[in-house]
């Protein structure tokens, strides 16, 4: 049982930049993020593959987050830049625990053996 942990969220102006991470108590493989703004569904915002080396990501964040990992550290990380007020949600990370396809279940929330609690962030305009 891996417990992922996130940090790095906060209040940040419009244009301002962020760095989430998430803390795995042991091994994970593919590695994701979702986000939750109030009155709206978890949607996801972008995955890795456990060597970082393929990603993918929701077309409202292209060009400006980027997904990245250190598998040595156990460590997840979504660098947010040229943040926009509709950015503002929750945001969870997501895990395997096992290796498998990044096929087109990667934004399905069902996938994924691990959840974090979540890190706030609100952007303000």
């Known amino acids: 049982q891996v417990q992922l942990v996130e940090s790095g969220g906060g209040l940040v102006q419009a244009g301002g930049s962020l760095r989430l991470s998430c803390a795995a108590s042991?091994?994970?493989?593919?590695v994701a993020w979702f986000r939750q703004a109030p009155g709206k569904e978890r949607e996801f915002v972008t995955v890795?593959?456990?060597?970082?080396?393929?990603?993918y990501s929701a077309d409202f964040v292209k060009g400006r987050f980027t997904i990245s990992r250190d598998n040595a550290q156990n460590t997840a990380y979504l660098q947010m830049n040229s943040l926009k007020p509709e950015d503002t949600a929750v945001y969870y990370c997501?895990?395997?625990?096992?290796?498998?396809?990044?096929?087109?279940?990667?934004?399905?929330?069902?996938?994924?053996?691990?959840w974090g609690r979540g890190t706030q962030v609100t952007v303000s305009s």
């Open positions: 997501a895990a395997d625990s096992q290796p498998r396809p990044l096929s087109g279940n990667f934004i399905n929330t069902g996938r994924y053996d691990y």
């Open positions: 042991g091994r994970t493989y593919a």
């Open positions: 890795t593959n456990w060597s970082g080396t393929t990603t």
